[in-house]
């Protein structure tokens, strides 16, 4: 457990309102100010209107004066309560970023392990939807907090000094009110929760209908899967009007209050002005100071639901944030360091590995030594354990201590990041951005000062040609995850990336399987003669595609059961000859 998922919502949120201590304290300065020019006001008016009431001639002069006082406060007013805003909405919009960021920054931290028990569909929930109710808990929220505060505390003052019998009075409709208020936040809390739970499962489920698509045309569900969508927008439907029907009933409630104030005031204000303990200027600053009470009580409503809102989009953002990562992966190496990886190669050691939740091992008593300058294939038949190895070696899955070394670090104690800066894997299923085919090439190679032209690799992955063919050539769009090509094309444009800049270690997992014979042997020329990499580990099915190099393994059921290079497995290894025979006269592919 992160040390920080003990941390109550209030805390944690004010690490990131402190970032902004000062833009809030101007804020606050601001809202005091505002409201100070507001219950100031009322005495004013009241005066006016006493002074009204007398020698016209006699007090002309202070009615002025008071008049003048009114509407420079006023103007003054709506300057101080802007700039208010202001300094408030724009740190909400900031932080906003900062937990955009902090999320992202974590989820980019996170292993396969996580994304296994987190749908992407939740999680781009979390970060697009929910991140919502935290800005406007920093902004909005925020601001109206302090102005209820100085506006409840001000005002009864100010009523108290002109009659504190009928301010007393008023303090029971604002108790009443109160209590409503309390219960209605206690639901609302309840049901905001549940609604953000169903627009994750929403989306969730949005995201893989859209992926599988051409499955569900293909197998004619398609009123299955709109009754599915329809069922989950249904339920959050009947949750937005459940807590409609709460704001509904009890915003109406909040909103009369002042009303309810001012027919008490008016009620025992008569007697009072018939004794002549209260004038008939005090009576109606006092029917402005309900107003103002009242205002507070009227925002109080949806200050409650937004902050529920914001509360439980933060708990939902700290599924994310609190995520515990290893002390590890917060440590890299200095520069120096992490650009001499791998100058004495790795090391596996009795490597055995069992997923999660499987009674049997998929790798089993593992050994090898993968060294600078050499060549090295692995071959074996699909389930044998080929991809689990290549996610061993560079910790897609995580390994126990003492299995795996590079330079005789045990990489486990090394970050991520570090390892995968000497080992660079290419997978048969590469991921392409929605993005051009240069920009896709070039993803990650920023900082190389030893890229290769766009139009040399284009031409090593024998895409040159293609990508002439595309309506914008090398900024052609490739469309998401790379939909507009083909899987050849996928295979040899990620081929192409792997070779823009030069890497300590490349794995090449089944790169060349969508391809055919023709592009194959090209590719494998290109690999072998110009492929920039002080090592490469190439794992295939197809042991003409090995033939080349100095080592290959033979996997089956997860054990090593024969290497040497491709002669000597010709003699020794059984199921080597069967397989490169078969594939040579075409039985196998």
Same mark, same amino acid.
């Given at each position: 457990?992160?040390?920080?998922?003990?941390?109550?919502?209030?805390?944690?949120?004010?690490?990131?309102?402190?970032?902004?201590?000062?833009?809030?304290?101007?804020g606050?300065?601001?809202?005091?100010?505002?409201?100070?020019l507001a219950v100031n006001i009322p005495v004013h008016i009241g005066i006016s209107i006493d002074l009204l009431g007398g020698e016209l001639a006699t007090n002309q002069s202070q009615l002025v004066y008071n008049i003048t006082i009114v509407i420079?406060?006023?103007?003054?007013?709506?300057?101080?309560? *802007?700039? /208010?805003? +202001?300094?408030?909405? !724009?740190?909400?919009?900031?932080?906003? =970023?900062? #937990?955009?960021?902090?999320?992202?920054?974590?989820?980019?931290?996170?292993?396969?392990?996580?994304?296994?028990?987190?749908? *992407?569909? /939740?999680? +781009?929930?979390?970060? !697009?939807?929910?991140?919502?109710?935290? =800005?406007? #808990?920093?902004?909005?929220?925020?601001?109206?907090?302090?102005?209820?505060?100085?506006?409840?505390?001000?005002?009864?003052?100010?009523?108290?000094? +002109?009659?504190?019998?009928?301010?007393?009075?008023?303090?029971?409709?604002? #108790?009443?009110?109160f209590l409503i208020a309390h219960r209605a936040i206690a639901l609302m809390r309840v049901y905001t929760k549940k609604r953000m739970e169903e627009l994750q499962t929403l989306s969730s489920q949005t995201i893989g209908m859209l992926s599988g698509i051409e499955e569900i045309k293909s197998y004619q569900v398609t009123p299955w899967a709109e009754a599915e969508f329809e069922g989950n927008n249904r339920a959050i439907l009947n949750r937005s009007l459940t807590l409609a029907r709460i704001r509904t009933l009890v915003l109406p409630i909040i909103g009369y209050t002042d009303r309810i104030m001012k027919v008490v005031i008016l009620a025992t204000g008569a007697s009072y002005i018939m004794s002549q303990d209260l004038t008939i200027g005090e009576l109606t600053a006092l029917l402005s100071y309900a107003t103002l009470l009242a205002m507070p009580f009227i925002s109080m409503g949806w200050i409650f639901s937004a902050y529920q809102t914001g509360m439980v989009s933060l708990e939902s953002m700290r599924k994310i944030l609190d995520q515990p990562v290893a002390e590890q992966e917060q440590q890299h190496l200095d520069a120096d360091r992490r650009a001499a990886l791998?100058?004495?190669?790795?090391?596996?050691?009795?490597?055995?590995?069992?997923?999660?939740?499987?009674?049997?091992?998929?790798?089993?008593?593992?050994?090898?030594?993968?060294?600078?300058?050499?060549?090295?294939?692995?071959?074996?038949?699909?389930?044998?354990?080929?991809?689990?190895?290549?996610n061993c070696l560079n910790r897609y899955l995580d390994v126990d201590p003492g299995q795996i070394f590079i330079d005789g670090l045990d990489v486990t104690a090394l970050s991520k990041r570090d390892l995968r800066s000497a080992v660079r894997t290419i997978t048969q299923q590469p991921f392409l951005f929605s993005d051009t085919v240069a920009n896709n090439i070039s993803f990650g190679a920023s900082e190389s000062t030893e890229a290769l032209s766009l139009h040399d690799a284009l031409l090593q992955s024998d895409m040159l040609n293609e990508v002439e063919?595309?309506?914008?050539?090398?900024?052609?769009?490739?469309?998401?995850?790379?939909?507009?090509?083909?899987?050849?094309?996928?295979?040899?444009?990620?081929?192409?990336?792997?070779?823009?800049?030069?890497?300590?270690?490349?794995?090449?997992?089944?790169?060349?399987?969508?391809?055919?014979?023709?592009?194959?042997?090209?590719?494998?020329?290109?690999?072998?003669?110009?492929l920039r990499s002080q090592s490469t580990l190439i794992v295939s099915h197809r042991a003409s595609v090995l033939e080349r190099v100095d080592q290959i393994l033979v996997l089956e059921e997860g054990?090593?059961?024969?290497r040497g290079s491709h002669q000597q497995l010709l003699q020794a290894s059984p199921f080597y000859r069967e397989t490169w025979e078969l594939q040579q006269h075409g039985g196998l592919d």
């Open positions: 457990m992160s040390p920080s998922s003990t941390i109550s919502n209030a805390r944690f949120l004010l690490k990131y309102l402190l970032h902004h201590k000062k833009t809030y304290g101007l606050i300065l601001f809202i005091f100010i505002t409201n100070w420079s406060f006023a103007l003054v007013m709506v300057v101080t309560r *802007t700039i /208010s805003r +202001i300094l408030f909405f !724009n740190p909400g919009r900031a932080i906003e =970023r900062e #937990l955009k960021n902090d999320a992202f920054a974590k989820l980019t931290l996170m292993q396969h392990g996580f994304y296994n028990s987190h749908e *992407t569909g /939740s999680l +781009i929930s979390i970060v !697009n939807n929910d991140i919502n109710g935290v =800005r406007m #808990l920093a902004g909005i929220v925020m601001l109206q907090m302090f102005n209820i505060v100085f506006a409840l505390s001000m005002t009864p003052l100010k009523m108290w000094q +002109i009659s504190a019998p009928l301010t007393l009075y008023c303090v029971l409709p604002v #108790l009443l009110t791998f100058s004495r190669g790795i090391e596996i050691r009795n490597l055995s590995y069992r997923y999660p939740g499987d009674d049997h091992a998929t790798l089993k008593d593992i050994s090898l030594n993968i060294v600078p300058g050499e060549t090295l294939g692995i071959l074996g038949r699909v389930g044998s354990g080929k991809s689990t190895l290549v063919q595309f309506p914008l050539r090398e900024n052609t769009l490739v469309g998401e995850k790379g939909i507009l090509l083909s899987g050849g094309q996928k295979q040899r444009l990620s081929l192409s990336r792997a070779m823009y800049t030069p890497c300590k270690l490349m794995i090449l997992d089944n790169v060349l399987s969508a391809v055919d014979n023709k592009t194959e042997r090209y590719l494998l020329e290109q690999i072998f003669n110009k054990e090593i059961v024969a």
